[in-house]
């Protein structure tokens, strides 16, 4: 009885200062989870209920291995509602094998190296009259620009997205919700 004592005893310390440890990190909640600054992208992203989409994607697309070294990334995360926008089929064509490549360029035209916050992506908007081009990972440009406080991305086709929650911070970047899938030119 003294032993068991001891060992739930030292349970309890252990999850209480993991539970004091994560109340010290600044969260922000995205899709019902916490997202914790000490995690990777991945990690963070798999607990979303807003991007489940995006998960399977990524894992289809066979980067969740990149996404989890050091980065730093800036990710621009389309909510699961951004992919119903696009025409039906196109996310399950995207997602069979035989498509891994076209898939690959989709999600790697939403992130650029880097760890860029919306007060930064601002700064660089404000420097660049009104717009800032950002190199994405792909290799296309995206151009970032403001209506009022909003942030919004205008991918090479005209296609405009909203930033509708801003840096989500991770130990490997940081990652900035989007309600729209932007497409590379194809």
Known sequence: ??????????????????????????????????????????ENAVNSADHTTLVAAVKAAGLVETLQTAGPFTVFAPDNAAFTKLPAGTVETLLKPENKGQL?????????????????????????????????????KLTAWMKGKDLYITDENGGQSKVTIADVWQSNGVIHSVDTVVLPKM
């Open 104 to 140: 690959t360029a989709v999600l790697t035209y939403h992130v650029v190296a880097g760890k860029m916050g919306s007060k930064d992506i601002a700064d660089a908007i404000k420097k660049g009259n009104g717009k800032a081009v950002l190199t994405t990972v792909q290799g296309g």
């Open 1 to 42: 009885m003294n032993n068991l004592l001891k060992v739930a005893i030292a349970a309890f310390v252990f999850l209480s200062a993991n539970v004091a440890f994560a109340q010290m990190e600044k969260t922000v909640e995205v899709g019902g989870a916490p997202m914790y600054p000490s995690k990777n992208i991945v």
